[in-house]
Protein backbone atom coordinates (compact mmCIF):
# COMPACT_ATOMS: atom_id res chain seq x y z
CA UNK A 1 0.00 0.00 0.00
CA UNK A 2 2.71 2.38 0.80
CA UNK A 3 4.30 2.00 -2.12
CA UNK A 4 1.56 2.56 -4.21
CA UNK A 5 0.54 5.97 -2.49
CA UNK A 6 4.69 6.74 -2.72
CA UNK A 7 4.77 6.14 -6.60
CA UNK A 8 1.00 8.54 -7.03
CA UNK A 9 2.69 11.00 -4.72
CA UNK A 10 5.55 11.30 -7.33
CA UNK A 11 3.44 11.08 -10.09
CA UNK A 12 1.79 13.90 -9.27
CA UNK A 13 5.27 16.08 -8.03
CA UNK A 14 6.22 15.22 -11.57
CA UNK A 15 2.75 16.61 -13.44
CA UNK A 16 2.70 19.55 -11.14
CA UNK A 17 6.89 20.92 -11.92
CA UNK A 18 5.52 20.29 -15.61
CA UNK A 19 2.71 22.52 -15.41
CA UNK A 20 4.01 25.14 -13.59
CA UNK A 21 7.32 25.01 -16.54
CA UNK A 22 4.82 25.25 -18.59
CA UNK A 23 3.35 27.87 -17.22
CA UNK A 24 6.08 29.77 -16.43
CA UNK A 25 7.86 29.91 -19.69
CA UNK A 26 5.40 32.47 -21.28
CA UNK A 27 6.00 35.87 -20.52
CA UNK A 28 2.64 37.62 -19.39
CA UNK A 29 2.68 41.06 -20.40
CA UNK A 30 -0.44 43.34 -18.37
CA UNK A 31 -0.36 46.01 -21.19
CA UNK A 32 1.26 47.07 -24.24
CA UNK A 33 1.09 50.60 -22.77
CA UNK A 34 4.30 52.75 -24.32
CA UNK A 35 5.29 53.19 -20.70
CA UNK A 36 7.19 51.02 -18.58
CA UNK A 37 4.81 49.77 -16.36
CA UNK A 38 4.62 46.62 -18.09
CA UNK A 39 6.18 43.80 -15.55
CA UNK A 40 5.35 39.68 -16.29
CA UNK A 41 2.65 38.14 -14.42
CA UNK A 42 4.00 35.27 -13.50
CA UNK A 43 6.66 36.01 -9.79
CA UNK A 44 8.54 32.87 -10.53
CA UNK A 45 11.54 32.99 -12.49
CA UNK A 46 11.64 31.22 -15.68
CA UNK A 47 13.67 28.38 -15.61
CA UNK A 48 17.28 27.97 -17.39
CA UNK A 49 16.72 25.46 -20.43
CA UNK A 50 18.46 22.04 -20.20
CA UNK A 51 22.11 21.97 -21.83
CA UNK A 52 21.58 20.99 -25.45
CA UNK A 53 24.13 18.68 -26.83
CA UNK A 54 25.84 20.49 -29.85
CA UNK A 55 25.20 17.57 -32.28
CA UNK A 56 21.93 16.22 -30.98
CA UNK A 57 20.45 15.90 -33.87
CA UNK A 58 20.81 13.65 -36.71
CA UNK A 59 19.18 13.23 -40.18
CA UNK A 60 18.64 9.42 -39.72
CA UNK A 61 17.03 10.44 -35.96
CA UNK A 62 13.37 9.62 -37.55
CA UNK A 63 11.01 10.11 -34.60
CA UNK A 64 8.28 12.46 -35.47
CA UNK A 65 6.70 14.08 -32.70
CA UNK A 66 3.62 16.79 -31.46
CA UNK A 67 5.32 19.76 -31.12
CA UNK A 68 2.33 21.92 -30.03
CA UNK A 69 2.17 23.47 -26.27
CA UNK A 70 -1.64 22.77 -25.73
CA UNK A 71 -1.26 24.46 -22.24
CA UNK A 72 -0.44 27.98 -24.05
CA UNK A 73 -2.96 27.18 -26.59
CA UNK A 74 -5.85 26.76 -23.70
CA UNK A 75 -4.84 29.73 -22.54
CA UNK A 76 -4.24 31.99 -25.26
CA UNK A 77 -8.01 30.92 -26.18
CA UNK A 78 -9.53 32.66 -22.89
CA UNK A 79 -8.03 35.60 -23.87
CA UNK A 80 -10.44 38.44 -24.36
CA UNK A 81 -10.28 42.05 -25.76
CA UNK A 82 -8.79 44.83 -27.77
CA UNK A 83 -7.25 42.85 -30.75
CA UNK A 84 -7.39 39.47 -29.12
CA UNK A 85 -7.65 36.44 -31.70
CA UNK A 86 -6.43 39.00 -34.21
CA UNK A 87 -9.44 40.52 -34.33
CA UNK A 88 -10.20 43.71 -36.02
CA UNK A 89 -9.78 46.51 -33.75
CA UNK A 90 -10.57 50.64 -32.81
CA UNK A 91 -8.99 53.21 -31.21
CA UNK A 92 -12.18 55.11 -29.19
CA UNK A 93 -11.51 57.89 -30.64
CA UNK A 94 -10.40 57.50 -33.73
CA UNK A 95 -9.03 61.03 -35.14
CA UNK A 96 -7.08 62.25 -32.51
CA UNK A 97 -3.90 64.31 -33.17
CA UNK A 98 -1.34 61.88 -31.10
CA UNK A 99 -2.63 58.98 -33.46
CA UNK A 100 -1.69 61.40 -36.70
CA UNK A 101 1.65 61.72 -35.11
CA UNK A 102 2.34 58.42 -34.30
CA UNK A 103 1.10 57.36 -37.61
CA UNK A 104 3.61 59.47 -39.36
CA UNK A 105 6.59 58.27 -37.83
CA UNK A 106 5.53 54.51 -38.07
CA UNK A 107 3.35 54.06 -41.21
CA UNK A 108 0.67 51.97 -39.35
CA UNK A 109 -1.45 52.68 -36.29
CA UNK A 110 1.12 52.71 -33.81
CA UNK A 111 -1.38 54.09 -31.18
CA UNK A 112 -3.93 51.37 -31.28
CA UNK A 113 -0.63 49.10 -30.99
CA UNK A 114 -0.43 50.15 -28.17
CA UNK A 115 -3.75 49.42 -26.57
CA UNK A 116 -3.16 46.27 -27.83
CA UNK A 117 -1.59 43.54 -25.34
CA UNK A 118 1.83 42.48 -26.12
CA UNK A 119 1.11 38.71 -25.44
CA UNK A 120 -2.48 39.01 -27.44
CA UNK A 121 -3.80 35.85 -29.18
CA UNK A 122 -3.91 34.94 -32.33
CA UNK A 123 -6.22 32.83 -34.75
CA UNK A 124 -5.12 29.54 -35.75
CA UNK A 125 -5.43 30.04 -39.54
CA UNK A 126 -3.69 26.61 -40.80
CA UNK A 127 -5.22 23.78 -42.62
CA UNK A 128 -8.02 21.84 -40.60
CA UNK A 129 -7.21 18.80 -40.01
CA UNK A 130 -4.47 15.84 -39.19
CA UNK A 131 -1.88 17.51 -36.47
CA UNK A 132 1.53 17.20 -38.74
CA UNK A 133 4.31 15.74 -36.31
CA UNK A 134 8.04 17.03 -37.09
CA UNK A 135 11.44 15.62 -35.75
CA UNK A 136 11.85 14.95 -31.97
CA UNK A 137 15.27 16.54 -32.19
CA UNK A 138 15.47 19.69 -34.31
CA UNK A 139 18.29 22.22 -34.18
CA UNK A 140 18.57 25.13 -31.73
CA UNK A 141 17.78 28.43 -32.58
CA UNK A 142 18.81 32.04 -32.83
CA UNK A 143 16.04 34.43 -33.87
CA UNK A 144 17.19 37.96 -35.04
CA UNK A 145 15.75 40.88 -35.45
CA UNK A 146 16.88 44.35 -37.07
CA UNK A 147 15.06 47.50 -36.14
CA UNK A 148 15.43 51.16 -36.81
CA UNK A 149 13.43 53.18 -34.82
CA UNK A 150 10.43 50.24 -34.70
CA UNK A 151 7.67 51.83 -32.30
CA UNK A 152 7.81 50.17 -29.06
CA UNK A 153 4.70 47.60 -28.36
CA UNK A 154 5.26 46.38 -31.87
CA UNK A 155 8.97 45.88 -31.53
CA UNK A 156 8.76 44.06 -27.80
CA UNK A 157 4.97 42.06 -29.02
CA UNK A 158 7.54 40.52 -32.03
CA UNK A 159 9.75 39.65 -29.72
CA UNK A 160 6.86 38.39 -26.55
CA UNK A 161 5.45 36.59 -29.57
CA UNK A 162 8.46 34.53 -30.37
CA UNK A 163 9.05 33.56 -26.67
CA UNK A 164 5.41 32.34 -26.10
CA UNK A 165 5.02 30.46 -29.27
CA UNK A 166 8.48 28.54 -29.23
CA UNK A 167 9.34 25.49 -27.67
CA UNK A 168 11.70 26.75 -25.02
CA UNK A 169 14.07 23.99 -25.48
CA UNK A 170 15.08 24.98 -29.08
CA UNK A 171 15.00 28.84 -28.80
CA UNK A 172 18.07 29.94 -27.64
CA UNK A 173 18.00 33.74 -27.85
CA UNK A 174 16.32 36.36 -29.64
CA UNK A 175 18.71 39.09 -30.76
CA UNK A 176 17.52 42.72 -30.69
CA UNK A 177 19.46 44.72 -33.65
CA UNK A 178 19.60 48.44 -33.14
CA UNK A 179 20.47 50.20 -36.38
CA UNK A 180 21.29 53.28 -34.16
CA UNK A 181 17.92 54.17 -34.03
CA UNK A 182 17.12 57.87 -32.68
CA UNK A 183 13.49 57.18 -30.98
CA UNK A 184 14.82 57.49 -26.58
CA UNK A 185 12.97 54.80 -26.25
CA UNK A 186 14.80 52.33 -28.30
CA UNK A 187 17.84 52.90 -26.35
CA UNK A 188 18.50 52.80 -22.07
CA UNK A 189 14.30 51.77 -21.57
CA UNK A 190 14.44 49.12 -24.35
CA UNK A 191 17.08 47.59 -22.31
CA UNK A 192 15.97 48.25 -18.97
CA UNK A 193 12.73 46.34 -20.21
CA UNK A 194 14.31 43.60 -22.01
CA UNK A 195 16.17 42.74 -19.02
CA UNK A 196 13.81 43.02 -16.46
CA UNK A 197 11.18 41.60 -18.50
CA UNK A 198 12.43 38.96 -21.78
CA UNK A 199 14.49 36.45 -20.43
CA UNK A 200 16.91 35.31 -23.61
CA UNK A 201 16.05 38.68 -25.58
CA UNK A 202 19.67 40.38 -26.08
CA UNK A 203 19.55 43.80 -27.27
CA UNK A 204 22.97 45.18 -29.23
CA UNK A 205 23.03 48.58 -30.00
CA UNK A 206 24.87 49.47 -33.44
CA UNK A 207 27.07 53.04 -33.18
CA UNK A 208 26.28 54.22 -36.45
CA UNK A 209 23.17 53.45 -39.09
CA UNK A 210 24.30 50.65 -41.07
CA UNK A 211 21.21 49.45 -42.66
CA UNK A 212 19.03 46.02 -42.48
CA UNK A 213 21.41 44.22 -44.08
CA UNK A 214 23.99 44.96 -42.19
CA UNK A 215 22.39 44.71 -39.08
CA UNK A 216 21.29 41.44 -39.80
CA UNK A 217 24.73 40.52 -40.19
CA UNK A 218 25.64 41.86 -36.74
CA UNK A 219 23.11 40.00 -35.19
CA UNK A 220 23.82 36.81 -37.22
CA UNK A 221 27.80 37.07 -36.04
CA UNK A 222 26.93 36.86 -32.07
CA UNK A 223 23.99 33.95 -31.99
CA UNK A 224 24.76 30.89 -30.75
CA UNK A 225 21.77 28.64 -32.12
CA UNK A 226 22.33 25.95 -35.04
CA UNK A 227 19.90 28.19 -36.83
CA UNK A 228 19.25 31.50 -37.66
CA UNK A 229 15.65 33.20 -38.12
CA UNK A 230 15.25 36.68 -39.09
CA UNK A 231 12.40 38.48 -38.72
CA UNK A 232 11.35 41.95 -39.10
CA UNK A 233 10.46 43.97 -36.02
CA UNK A 234 6.78 44.44 -36.75
CA UNK A 235 5.88 40.32 -36.54
CA UNK A 236 3.86 37.96 -34.55
CA UNK A 237 5.16 34.30 -34.48
CA UNK A 238 1.46 32.03 -34.17
CA UNK A 239 0.99 29.00 -32.66
CA UNK A 240 3.60 26.06 -33.84
CA UNK A 241 5.38 28.02 -35.67
CA UNK A 242 9.13 27.13 -35.26
CA UNK A 243 9.14 23.44 -35.95
CA UNK A 244 7.91 23.53 -39.71
CA UNK A 245 10.52 25.97 -40.21
CA UNK A 246 13.48 23.67 -38.70
CA UNK A 247 12.45 20.32 -39.71
CA UNK A 248 13.48 20.73 -43.26
CA UNK A 249 16.78 21.79 -41.83
CA UNK A 250 16.96 19.26 -39.58
CA UNK A 251 16.73 17.06 -43.01
CA UNK A 252 19.08 19.18 -44.87
CA UNK A 253 21.11 21.96 -43.61
CA UNK A 254 21.80 23.96 -47.00
CA UNK A 255 17.40 24.13 -46.96
CA UNK A 256 16.31 27.40 -46.10
CA UNK A 257 12.88 27.73 -45.33
CA UNK A 258 10.32 30.53 -45.48
CA UNK A 259 7.13 30.84 -42.79
CA UNK A 260 3.17 32.07 -44.70
CA UNK A 261 3.73 35.67 -43.86
CA UNK A 262 0.32 36.29 -42.64
CA UNK A 263 -0.92 40.80 -42.77
CA UNK A 264 -1.27 42.77 -39.38
CA UNK A 265 -3.56 45.12 -41.11
CA UNK A 266 -1.74 48.34 -40.50
CA UNK A 267 -4.84 50.06 -38.95
CA UNK A 268 -7.14 47.53 -37.31
CA UNK A 269 -4.37 45.01 -36.39
CA UNK A 270 -6.47 42.19 -37.73
CA UNK A 271 -4.72 39.05 -38.47
CA UNK A 272 -5.46 37.23 -41.51
CA UNK A 273 -3.94 35.41 -44.25
CA UNK A 274 -2.28 37.34 -47.50
CA UNK A 275 -3.38 34.34 -49.36
CA UNK A 276 -3.14 30.19 -50.13
CA UNK A 277 0.36 30.48 -50.94
CA UNK A 278 2.39 31.36 -53.48
CA UNK A 279 6.06 31.44 -54.98
CA UNK A 280 8.24 34.37 -54.66
CA UNK A 281 9.48 35.80 -57.66
CA UNK A 282 10.18 39.24 -58.94
CA UNK A 283 9.86 41.36 -62.21
CA UNK A 284 12.32 42.82 -64.58
CA UNK A 285 12.11 46.34 -62.15
CA UNK A 286 13.10 44.01 -59.18
CA UNK A 287 9.84 44.24 -58.06
CA UNK A 288 8.79 41.53 -55.29
CA UNK A 289 5.91 39.24 -57.15
CA UNK A 290 4.91 36.17 -56.78
CA UNK A 291 3.89 32.98 -59.07
CA UNK A 292 1.49 30.64 -58.93
CA UNK A 293 1.94 27.27 -56.73
CA UNK A 294 2.06 24.34 -59.29
CA UNK A 295 -0.43 21.11 -59.51
CA UNK A 296 2.56 19.19 -57.48
CA UNK A 297 2.25 21.71 -54.58
CA UNK A 298 -1.59 21.98 -54.76
CA UNK A 299 -1.72 18.42 -54.73
CA UNK A 300 -0.33 18.99 -50.72
CA UNK A 301 -1.40 21.85 -49.48
CA UNK A 302 0.56 21.65 -46.07
CA UNK A 303 3.88 20.24 -47.17
CA UNK A 304 6.71 22.75 -48.10
CA UNK A 305 7.27 23.64 -51.70
CA UNK A 306 10.06 25.35 -53.26
CA UNK A 307 10.20 28.76 -54.19
CA UNK A 308 12.25 30.55 -56.55
CA UNK A 309 12.80 34.12 -53.96
CA UNK A 310 12.07 34.66 -50.39
CA UNK A 311 10.02 37.91 -49.67
CA UNK A 312 12.99 39.12 -47.50
CA UNK A 313 11.96 39.57 -43.86
CA UNK A 314 11.09 36.00 -42.56
CA UNK A 315 12.94 33.07 -42.84
CA UNK A 316 15.10 30.43 -41.35
CA UNK A 317 18.61 29.60 -42.39
CA UNK A 318 21.20 26.97 -40.89
CA UNK A 319 24.48 29.12 -39.41
CA UNK A 320 26.63 26.56 -41.43
CA UNK A 321 24.90 27.60 -44.75
CA UNK A 322 24.41 31.02 -44.32
CA UNK A 323 28.13 31.70 -43.43
CA UNK A 324 29.38 28.56 -46.03
CA UNK A 325 27.53 31.51 -48.45
CA UNK A 326 29.41 34.20 -47.14
CA UNK A 327 26.27 35.71 -45.19
CA UNK A 328 25.03 39.07 -46.96
CA UNK A 329 26.99 40.83 -49.01
CA UNK A 330 28.25 43.33 -46.60
CA UNK A 331 28.47 46.13 -49.14
CA UNK A 332 24.57 46.44 -49.73
CA UNK A 333 23.39 49.40 -47.96
CA UNK A 334 19.96 50.43 -46.03
CA UNK A 335 17.33 48.45 -47.47
CA UNK A 336 16.10 46.10 -50.37
CA UNK A 337 18.00 43.75 -53.12
CA UNK A 338 19.60 41.35 -50.43
CA UNK A 339 16.28 38.85 -50.83
CA UNK A 340 17.62 38.32 -54.14
CA UNK A 341 21.19 38.03 -53.69
CA UNK A 342 20.60 35.44 -50.42
CA UNK A 343 17.88 33.69 -52.62
CA UNK A 344 20.12 33.36 -55.72
CA UNK A 345 23.22 32.09 -53.72
CA UNK A 346 20.82 29.63 -52.36
CA UNK A 347 19.60 28.45 -55.33
CA UNK A 348 22.69 28.63 -57.62
CA UNK A 349 25.07 27.33 -54.74
CA UNK A 350 23.83 24.02 -54.14
CA UNK A 351 20.59 25.01 -51.64
CA UNK A 352 17.09 24.86 -51.95
CA UNK A 353 14.40 27.02 -50.91
CA UNK A 354 11.42 25.73 -49.52
CA UNK A 355 7.68 27.62 -48.12
CA UNK A 356 6.44 26.24 -45.02
CA UNK A 357 2.47 26.50 -45.50
CA UNK A 358 2.31 25.02 -41.30
CA UNK A 359 4.42 27.79 -40.23
CA UNK A 360 2.87 31.16 -40.16
CA UNK A 361 4.13 34.42 -38.61
CA UNK A 362 2.31 37.87 -39.36
CA UNK A 363 3.86 41.01 -41.08
CA UNK A 364 2.75 44.44 -40.58
CA UNK A 365 2.71 45.93 -44.47
CA UNK A 366 2.88 49.33 -43.54
CA UNK A 367 0.76 51.99 -45.43
CA UNK A 368 3.79 54.42 -46.64
CA UNK A 369 7.22 54.08 -46.05
CA UNK A 370 8.46 56.20 -42.95
CA UNK A 371 11.98 56.91 -43.32
CA UNK A 372 13.76 59.64 -44.66
CA UNK A 373 16.57 58.66 -47.23
CA UNK A 374 19.53 58.70 -44.97
CA UNK A 375 21.69 60.76 -47.19
CA UNK A 376 22.94 57.57 -49.22
CA UNK A 377 21.82 58.91 -52.64
CA UNK A 378 19.92 55.80 -54.86
CA UNK A 379 20.96 52.72 -52.66
CA UNK A 380 18.33 50.89 -53.92
CA UNK A 381 19.57 51.12 -57.33
CA UNK A 382 23.50 50.42 -56.37
CA UNK A 383 22.01 47.34 -54.89
CA UNK A 384 20.52 46.45 -57.31
CA UNK A 385 22.96 46.68 -59.46
CA UNK A 386 25.45 44.60 -56.97
CA UNK A 387 23.50 41.74 -57.21
CA UNK A 388 23.27 41.40 -61.09
CA UNK A 389 26.66 41.92 -61.17
CA UNK A 390 27.87 39.28 -59.18
CA UNK A 391 24.57 36.62 -59.67
CA UNK A 392 22.78 37.51 -63.01
CA UNK A 393 25.21 37.38 -65.67
CA UNK A 394 23.31 38.06 -69.24
CA UNK A 395 20.10 38.59 -67.47
CA UNK A 396 21.25 41.33 -65.88
CA UNK A 397 20.79 43.54 -68.99
CA UNK A 398 16.89 43.00 -68.78
CA UNK A 399 17.15 44.94 -65.22
CA UNK A 400 19.08 48.05 -67.49
CA UNK A 401 16.77 47.85 -70.80
CA UNK A 402 14.13 49.21 -68.07
CA UNK A 403 16.69 51.47 -65.39
CA UNK A 404 19.20 52.49 -68.09
CA UNK A 405 20.76 54.34 -65.56
CA UNK A 406 21.86 51.12 -63.70
CA UNK A 407 24.80 50.67 -65.57
CA UNK A 408 26.30 54.27 -64.17
CA UNK A 409 25.95 53.61 -61.18
CA UNK A 410 29.23 52.87 -59.09
CA UNK A 411 28.68 49.54 -57.22
CA UNK A 412 32.17 49.76 -55.42
CA UNK A 413 34.17 46.79 -54.71
CA UNK A 414 32.76 43.47 -56.13
CA UNK A 415 35.98 41.23 -55.84
CA UNK A 416 35.20 39.48 -52.88
CA UNK A 417 31.66 38.40 -54.25
CA UNK A 418 32.72 37.23 -57.66
CA UNK A 419 35.55 34.84 -55.81
CA UNK A 420 32.77 33.57 -53.55
CA UNK A 421 30.76 32.61 -56.12
CA UNK A 422 34.18 31.02 -58.16
CA UNK A 423 35.00 29.11 -54.74
CA UNK A 424 31.56 27.61 -54.02
CA UNK A 425 31.26 26.74 -58.11
CA UNK A 426 27.82 28.25 -58.22
CA UNK A 427 25.57 27.69 -61.18
CA UNK A 428 24.96 30.43 -63.94
CA UNK A 429 21.56 32.21 -63.33
CA UNK A 430 20.40 30.66 -66.46
CA UNK A 431 20.30 27.56 -64.52
CA UNK A 432 18.48 28.92 -61.98
CA UNK A 433 15.73 30.59 -64.67
CA UNK A 434 15.56 27.55 -66.49
CA UNK A 435 14.74 24.89 -63.60
CA UNK A 436 13.38 26.82 -60.44
CA UNK A 437 11.55 29.73 -61.79
CA UNK A 438 10.67 28.41 -64.82
CA UNK A 439 7.73 29.79 -65.01
CA UNK A 440 8.67 33.40 -64.29
CA UNK A 441 9.29 34.59 -68.09
CA UNK A 442 5.77 33.63 -69.14
CA UNK A 443 4.23 36.32 -66.54
CA UNK A 444 6.83 39.43 -66.67
CA UNK A 445 8.70 38.51 -70.04
CA UNK A 446 12.27 39.71 -70.13
CA UNK A 447 11.48 41.61 -73.47
CA UNK A 448 7.30 42.47 -73.26
CA UNK A 449 5.59 42.04 -76.11
CA UNK A 450 3.79 44.57 -78.15
CA UNK A 451 0.63 45.82 -76.92
CA UNK A 452 -2.09 45.38 -79.00
CA UNK A 453 -4.13 49.16 -79.03
CA UNK A 454 -3.81 52.09 -77.20
CA UNK A 455 -5.47 55.43 -77.27
CA UNK A 456 -8.78 56.73 -76.98
CA UNK A 457 -11.76 54.43 -77.19
CA UNK A 458 -14.92 56.24 -79.27
CA UNK A 459 -18.11 55.12 -79.89
CA UNK A 460 -19.22 55.61 -83.74
CA UNK A 461 -22.19 56.76 -82.97
CA UNK A 462 -22.91 60.26 -83.11
CA UNK A 463 -22.00 62.30 -80.65
CA UNK A 464 -19.17 60.35 -80.63
CA UNK A 465 -18.22 59.86 -77.16
CA UNK A 466 -15.56 58.64 -75.54
CA UNK A 467 -14.99 56.24 -72.53
CA UNK A 468 -13.42 58.16 -69.41
CA UNK A 469 -12.25 56.70 -65.72
CA UNK A 470 -11.93 60.34 -64.70
CA UNK A 471 -9.05 59.28 -62.74
CA UNK A 472 -11.02 56.74 -60.69
CA UNK A 473 -9.96 54.09 -57.96
CA UNK A 474 -10.83 50.43 -57.19
CA UNK A 475 -14.17 49.28 -57.53
CA UNK A 476 -15.88 52.36 -58.84
CA UNK A 477 -17.86 52.35 -62.18
CA UNK A 478 -16.92 55.08 -65.10
CA UNK A 479 -18.62 55.91 -67.97
CA UNK A 480 -18.74 57.62 -71.47
CA UNK A 481 -17.81 62.00 -71.99
CA UNK A 482 -17.07 64.45 -74.97
CA UNK A 483 -13.62 63.41 -76.16
CA UNK A 484 -10.81 65.69 -74.77
CA UNK A 485 -9.33 65.09 -78.15
CA UNK A 486 -12.16 66.89 -79.44
CA UNK A 487 -12.11 69.76 -77.12
CA UNK A 488 -15.29 69.32 -76.33
CA UNK A 489 -14.96 69.53 -72.50
CA UNK A 490 -14.20 65.38 -71.03
CA UNK A 491 -11.38 66.45 -68.51
CA UNK A 492 -10.70 63.00 -67.07
CA UNK A 493 -8.72 60.03 -68.20
CA UNK A 494 -9.53 58.73 -71.51
CA UNK A 495 -6.52 57.30 -73.08
CA UNK A 496 -6.31 53.58 -72.52
CA UNK A 497 -3.71 50.40 -73.47
CA UNK A 498 -4.92 47.23 -74.56
CA UNK A 499 -1.82 45.39 -73.16
CA UNK A 500 -0.37 42.36 -74.09
CA UNK A 501 -1.63 40.69 -70.73
CA UNK A 502 -4.74 41.24 -72.51
CA UNK A 503 -6.21 43.45 -70.10
CA UNK A 504 -7.07 47.28 -71.01
CA UNK A 505 -5.48 49.70 -68.31
CA UNK A 506 -5.86 53.93 -67.98
CA UNK A 507 -2.48 54.97 -69.49
CA UNK A 508 0.14 54.79 -67.00
CA UNK A 509 -2.11 53.35 -64.01
CA UNK A 510 -2.05 49.14 -63.06
CA UNK A 511 -5.43 49.64 -62.69
CA UNK A 512 -7.59 47.48 -65.10
CA UNK A 513 -11.03 47.43 -66.60
CA UNK A 514 -12.67 45.09 -64.68
CA UNK A 515 -16.29 43.01 -65.17
CA UNK A 516 -17.52 40.70 -61.99
CA UNK A 517 -21.26 40.49 -62.88
CA UNK A 518 -22.37 37.63 -65.77
CA UNK A 519 -25.42 39.41 -65.36
CA UNK A 520 -26.91 41.31 -68.75
CA UNK A 521 -25.40 44.76 -69.10
CA UNK A 522 -22.78 44.08 -66.04
CA UNK A 523 -21.43 47.33 -65.21
CA UNK A 524 -17.43 47.92 -65.89
CA UNK A 525 -15.35 49.16 -63.07
CA UNK A 526 -11.73 49.88 -62.07
CA UNK A 527 -9.83 47.03 -60.08
CA UNK A 528 -6.03 46.87 -59.80
CA UNK A 529 -4.38 44.54 -62.85
CA UNK A 530 -3.60 40.97 -62.10
CA UNK A 531 -2.48 39.56 -65.14
CA UNK A 532 -4.49 36.35 -64.86
CA UNK A 533 -7.19 37.69 -67.52
CA UNK A 534 -10.80 36.80 -66.64
CA UNK A 535 -12.61 39.11 -65.52
CA UNK A 536 -9.85 41.73 -66.78
CA UNK A 537 -9.57 39.74 -70.71
CA UNK A 538 -10.52 41.93 -73.20
CA UNK A 539 -9.97 41.47 -77.13
CA UNK A 540 -10.41 44.22 -79.49
CA UNK A 541 -11.94 42.99 -83.27
CA UNK A 542 -10.93 45.82 -85.62
CA UNK A 543 -13.72 44.51 -88.23
CA UNK A 544 -16.44 44.65 -86.08
CA UNK A 545 -15.02 47.47 -83.64
CA UNK A 546 -16.23 45.66 -81.06
CA UNK A 547 -14.60 45.33 -77.52
CA UNK A 548 -14.95 41.67 -76.35
CA UNK A 549 -14.92 40.83 -72.61
CA UNK A 550 -14.18 37.43 -70.84
CA UNK A 551 -13.61 34.25 -72.00
CA UNK A 552 -17.62 34.18 -72.79
CA UNK A 553 -17.38 36.34 -74.93
CA UNK A 554 -19.86 39.95 -74.89
CA UNK A 555 -19.39 43.04 -76.46
CA UNK A 556 -18.85 46.36 -74.47
CA UNK A 557 -22.05 48.87 -75.33
CA UNK A 558 -23.47 51.68 -73.85
CA UNK A 559 -26.12 54.30 -73.16
CA UNK A 560 -25.50 57.47 -74.94
CA UNK A 561 -28.14 59.51 -72.84
CA UNK A 562 -26.95 58.25 -69.49
CA UNK A 563 -23.31 58.18 -70.65
CA UNK A 564 -22.90 54.72 -69.53
CA UNK A 565 -21.17 51.70 -70.36
CA UNK A 566 -21.83 47.99 -69.56
CA UNK A 567 -21.22 44.48 -71.34
CA UNK A 568 -23.97 42.78 -72.67
CA UNK A 569 -24.77 40.09 -75.86
CA UNK A 570 -22.46 41.08 -79.19
CA UNK A 571 -25.33 42.00 -81.67
CA UNK A 572 -23.61 42.97 -85.33
CA UNK A 573 -26.58 44.91 -86.17
CA UNK A 574 -26.13 47.16 -82.84
CA UNK A 575 -24.20 50.59 -83.65
CA UNK A 576 -23.69 51.03 -80.15
CA UNK A 577 -21.56 48.37 -79.71
CA UNK A 578 -18.88 49.86 -82.09
CA UNK A 579 -15.84 51.39 -80.71
CA UNK A 580 -12.86 52.86 -82.66
CA UNK A 581 -9.37 52.72 -80.84
CA UNK A 582 -7.15 55.40 -81.99
CA UNK A 583 -4.14 53.31 -82.27
CA UNK A 584 -4.77 49.36 -83.39
CA UNK A 585 -1.04 48.14 -83.49
CA UNK A 586 -1.54 44.38 -83.63
CA UNK A 587 -4.60 42.18 -84.21
C1 LIG B 1 10.69 43.83 -47.19
C2 LIG B 1 11.06 42.75 -46.19
C3 LIG B 1 12.25 43.22 -45.40
C4 LIG B 1 13.41 43.43 -46.35
C5 LIG B 1 13.00 44.43 -47.40
C6 LIG B 1 14.01 44.63 -48.49
C7 LIG B 1 9.25 41.25 -45.52
C8 LIG B 1 8.04 41.07 -44.71
N1 LIG B 1 9.92 42.43 -45.36
O1 LIG B 1 10.39 45.12 -46.72
O2 LIG B 1 12.61 42.29 -44.42
O3 LIG B 1 13.81 42.22 -46.92
O4 LIG B 1 11.84 44.02 -48.06
O5 LIG B 1 15.23 45.00 -48.02
O6 LIG B 1 9.61 40.36 -46.28
N2 LIG B 1 15.56 48.32 -40.77
C9 LIG B 1 16.80 48.55 -40.20
N3 LIG B 1 17.59 49.54 -40.72
C10 LIG B 1 17.22 50.29 -41.80
C11 LIG B 1 15.97 50.03 -42.40
C12 LIG B 1 15.16 49.02 -41.87
O7 LIG B 1 17.17 47.91 -39.22
O8 LIG B 1 17.99 51.14 -42.22
C13 LIG B 1 14.71 47.24 -40.23
C14 LIG B 1 13.26 47.61 -39.98
O9 LIG B 1 13.08 48.15 -38.69
C15 LIG B 1 12.57 46.26 -40.18
C16 LIG B 1 13.43 45.57 -41.23
O10 LIG B 1 14.68 46.23 -41.22
O11 LIG B 1 12.59 45.48 -39.01
C17 LIG B 1 12.80 45.62 -42.63
O12 LIG B 1 12.43 46.93 -42.98
P1 LIG B 1 10.93 47.29 -43.40
O13 LIG B 1 9.98 46.65 -42.48
O14 LIG B 1 10.85 48.74 -43.60
O15 LIG B 1 10.87 46.54 -44.79
P2 LIG B 1 9.58 45.93 -45.59
O16 LIG B 1 8.81 45.04 -44.70
O17 LIG B 1 8.91 47.03 -46.27
MN1 LIG C 1 8.60 45.04 -42.55
Not at 135 to 163: K, M
Request: charged share 25%.
Amino acid sequence: KSILKFVLLAAATVITTVLVFRYVRRVEVMSAGGDLAMRPRGAMPVPPDEPREKDQHHAQDSEKIDWHDYAAIDLDALRKGKGEQGKTAYLVPDDTPKKEELYKVNGFNALLSDEISLNRSLPDIRHKGQTKKYAANLPSVSVIVPFHNEHWSTLLRTAVSVINRSPSSLLVEVILVDDASTKEHCKKPLDEYVSKNLPKVIVIHLPERSGLIRARLAGAKQAVGEVLIFLDSHTEANVNWLPPLLDPIAEDYRTCVCPFIDVIAYETFEYRAQDEGARGAFDWEFFYKRLPLLPSDLEKPTEPFKSPVMAGGLFAISAKFFWELGGYDEGLEIWGGEQYELSFKIWQCGGEMVDAPCSRVGHIYRKFAPFPNPGKGDFVGRNYRRVAEVWMDEYKEYLYMRRPHYRNIDTGDLTEQKALREKLQCKPFRWFMENVAFDLPKKYPPIEPPDFAHGEVRSVVAPELCVDTENKGADQQFGLKPCITDKSGGSGDQAFVLTWHKDMRPKGRTMCWDVASVQDKAPVTLFSCHGMQGNQLWKYNPEQQWLVHGGNPRCLDCDLGRQTIYVTTCDRASPTQRWRFEHVDMK
